[in-house]
């Protein structure tokens, strides 16, 4: 996909050569399923739809064509205060909002919410991300398939091949709304929690790039520390080929057009049967 970031897929090639990586996709994937993996992630879920949460519907209908889309994921909305969503499944992605985020955002910062979960599942994240999640908060007690397997650097390659992969969905996001302020104040009200009139965007800009000035002089584990901060400039990019006209050559609009197209990339999932292999999902 043309918005994905460089740090996303050299993460991705990094966590695919870990020692035992594909065993515990394998396994996992044969263990829990599809269905195992629904009943999961959408037992506190409301199925969104033409009379349940309409106005949502027709703004995911919307993301859904402006990024000529043809698959429709199903979408959900978990009754959760925390400010947060997600792409999950296996062999078919769906994506999971929460409520608190519903109540945080207005109708430009959700389209940048959703096109950014849409990104996920464009990018083939989803199933890479369940097996993550599954790891961190099932954990390896429901999990005794993985014994024997050294989870620990497969857990680590997992989290940090996650966070680069934001950025290549943050980028996905800004395309879905069009509208680089509302990707900026996304990331200002996930980071606080706020509403807008007691907080200000251009101190968050100043902010975030004293992050980026430190963590440029900083080690791998904190440069991570500030997620939302560190995540402002995934949105932009000054490709060669960008002009002044497109406000510097600073928007992910500019970094799109001069990106070579690629087709969806999906996971290459180890199958636990010998005719075929599983389609993958972010």
Not at 5 to 26: N, T, Y
Not at 52 to 67: A, C, G
Request: one cysteine or more.
């Amino acid at each position: 996909m043309t918005w994905e970031h460089p740090a996303d897929r050299a993460a991705l090639q990094s966590l695919r050569s870990v020692p035992g990586f594909d065993e515990v996709v394998k396994k996992i994937y044969g263990f829990i399923g599809e269905r195992g993996v629904r009943l999961i992630f959408q037992a506190d879920a409301v199925r969104v739809g033409p009379t349940q949460f309409p106005r949502l519907n027709q703004l995911y209908t919307d993301i859904l064509t402006s990024m000529d889309w043809p698959e429709r994921p199903e979408l959900f909305v978990s009754q959760t205060p925390f400010a947060n969503a997600g792409a999950f499944g296996m062999d078919r992605p769906f994506i999971v909002i929460n409520s608190g985020t519903l109540k945080l955002l207005d109708d430009d910062e959700v389209r940048n919410v959703l096109g950014h979960e849409l990104g996920h599942v464009m990018s083939g994240h989803a199933l890479y991300h369940t097996i993550l999640v599954l790891i961190l908060h099932v954990g390896l007690g429901a999990l005794p398939f993985l014994a024997g397997i050294a989870i620990l650097p497969i857990q680590l390659a997992l989290l940090e091949w996650f966070r680069k992969s934001e950025l290549s969905s943050d980028r996905a996001g800004l395309l879905a709304c069009q509208d680089p302020t509302a990707s900026l104040r996304v990331n200002l009200k996930f980071a606080g929690g706020g509403d807008m009139s007691q907080m200000d965007l251009n101190a968050f800009l100043v902010q975030a790039k004293e992050y980026e000035t430190r963590a440029a002089r900083s080690t791998a584990s904190s440069r991570s520390s500030a997620y939302w901060a560190g995540r402002i400039r995934s949105t932009r990019c000054e490709p060669p080929s960008c002009s002044a006209g497109s406000k510097g050559g600073t928007t992910i609009a500019c970094c799109a057009a001069n990106t070579p197209a690629a087709g969806p990339r999906r996971s290459s999932v180890p199958s636990t049967r010998t005719s075929t292999t599983p389609a993958t999902t972010t």
